[in-house]
């Protein structure tokens, strides 16, 4: 592996603090990191490897010379700079949904379809962060028994809206426990022990984005378009893992729990935590901070017996829903 | 109406308190109002209607000329006392879960199956929590268009678990604040900002026994043996409202959504509050303290359009899950 000039914008946001400790972990040859940021931030010292690395303010000129570039400041940043990073001959590795469904836009879990991360034409995207952790869940059992329909409940943490809604998630809580009041600014309702429907644009047919992403995404993914999901995506006061409840519906007979517990064991990147006698299962304290996704409660559906389960699954959202996709993507890469 | 002499076993308890509000609030004609619980709780004084009333140890002879005992002590304690209450002409109302499934007992939703109370033996049962608050939700759709299949995934809150749960929950949550320890006592796990599988007891087919009752306990209300749920039940960090994601398969047919929205207004004890403009839907928040049970998101689900829709459910679960239902079941008595 060659060494490579990687650039990450966003640097000082919820995500981009972790594409600088995941880079570390994950031992990238890496040449030169450039941290960069809105001017607001530019300045700032962060560390890399023991190393102060100063913040700069992105400009059209930032790409030149860097191979990779790790974006996660939103849509219009992404947008902004897409062009620049291209006649840079620099590939972006883009956390925002701007060309996620861009036809010419690998959308990539590395461990589901690697494949695809080497036709790209300068921009690689990154999935939706609750698509990431359900398909991580869904993938090692639907490529053997392929999967017709999901309804799909999620709990998500405030981190997907960036570290201002954890900060607060944390203000309002403690207002709240201290009878005090507090004016949100960031989510659109009271947030201590509360949980409200997700955040995104609301569209025509009374699913929100972020629902629909999670339908989309997944086809395009998994290359599949005989996969339905119906989703309903709620933020629970919960810092920064995603949890979601999933029934599966196949197209044939589901296979048994037990052949399930061994698909998502064998699984890269799935950690099987199914305890039932100590009712221990997946929780978000337990995947905050970890790279594996972890998936439990796996049983079939009383329901539909013969062709559904249940599972639960849970998954750091910085981490395997962004940064950790990510810098796996970018790994594919050199 | 004839004025009644009405018990309250385990008065001290979260949803004791709540039957003392709720019997002042639907101005049920009292003759005679007795405060039970244990030992360690008699002695204490309960204010209703501007009077002091004394609790009393609960004992054999507790129930002697009283014409209803509204118990919410746990299974152990009203079967217990079962029998002494039916030899003193007196009718039980029980929130446990004791004798739910009793062929011999109605388990009874007032505004679904009223004239199931008038057949009692003695004792009526009021149903789960989370089976009260997701049928609310969905009989006035089933009543014209019956529910064939519904998968339920919950976000339940510390109050179903006593208020003991819920001091654990506001203590668990200032520790965690202030970067202090804590050990969990009631519940199974960390509480602050965590959730976790609901922490009833698990069964062989791998579902805990809430799962189960929003199962059996439905089939029993409506007299339905053709309706099937498969449930995942999660408790949240959120004090005393559940919330329920419900997707509802139809036999034949689904209604259209301004069909379901109208069905559900005309009902009583639901509010619909849908409105996708503002992003507005129910939320715990509102749900708290609230006798109607708040249903929105109402919308066709994607994945099986002409056959099933999803909503949204959030109620009070001291109060329509508890204390408002069981209270109810009384007013249908006298």
Redesign the interface.
Known sequence: MSEKSIAIVGATGAVGLEFISVLEKLNLPIKNLKLLASKRSAGKTLKFKQTGIPVEETTRESFKNVDIALFSAGSSISRLYAEDVKNSGCVMIDNSSAFRMDADVPLVIPEINPQDALKHNGIIANPNCSTIIMLMAVYPIHKKYPVK???L?T?QAASGAGWEAMEE??KA??AY?NDQPFQQTIM???YA?????H?SK?LE????EEEMKT?KESRKILHDDNI???A?C?R????RAH?E?V?MEFHNEAPS?EECKTLLDEFPGIKVIDD??N?H?P???EASGNYDCLV?????????PSK?I?L?VCGDQLLKGAALNAVQIAKLLV
Not at 205 to 208: D, E, F, S, V
Not at 236 to 239: A, G, K, L
């Open positions: 329909r999901i309804v409940s709990y998630l944390r809580s403690i426990l659109p309702h009271p022990f509360n949980l409200f429907s955040n609301m047919n009374g699913y929100n339908f339905s999901i119906t309903t709620v629970v006061p919960i810092f949890s409840a029934n729990v039932r006698k009712n299962f929780m978000p304290n439990g409660r796996i049983r079939k559906d009383e329901s539909l559904a249940n639960f």
